[in-house]
């Protein structure tokens, strides 16, 4: 669906206005489609960030302060999203042996497959490889973004 009709605005100031309007709509739609593709896991995407994260340092551990820099959504907190998964089993938090305040956060076994059955119900879930985008574009596109964000 085209921005004008979603939105139901003819006429936008410039072309860059336009294009911040884009984004913030797109955003707002892979965050419905994400949101929804995880309840039934009950997991928010926040909370799918953190486990995709600890995935990446699988066996090594992370801080809440690695959780933190590394989330996509830097507003998120990260120690009470971590409670969340240590509540579902998904994660374990152990104090670090080196330093008595830190405290380690690692995927548990659980968590890993977990993870990889919401990752792969999400990537055909969100339909980027059927029509929406050639390889291509998706190139293209993600070279755009990283020039918006100053990248």
């Known amino acids: 669906m085209k921005l004008e009709d979603a939105i139901q605005q003819w006429t936008f100031i410039n072309e860059y206005q336009k294009a911040h309007l884009n984004i913030l709509l797109t955003a707002s739609t892979l965050n419905q489609r994400t949101t929804s ?7 928010t995407w926040q909370q799918f960030n953190i486990l995709r994260i600890l995935r990446g340092q699988y066996p090594k551990p992370a801080t809440v302060k690695l959780l933190t820099e590394r989330m996509i959504d830097k507003m998120s907190n990260a120690s009470r999203l971590v409670d969340k998964l240590v509540d579902k089993g998904l ?31 999400l990537e055909s879930g969100l339909n980027f490889e059927q029509g929406h985008l050639s390889e291509a574009e998706a190139i293209q596109l993600n070279e755009l973004l990283d020039r918006f964000r100053g990248d």
């Open 37 to 43: 593709l995880l309840k039934p896991y009950g997991l």
């Open 91 to 121: 994660v374990k938090r152990t104090p670090c042996t080196d330093d008595r305040r830190r405290v380690d956060v690692a995927i548990t076994d659980k968590g890993l497959v977990l993870l990889a059955e919401v990752s792969e119900r």
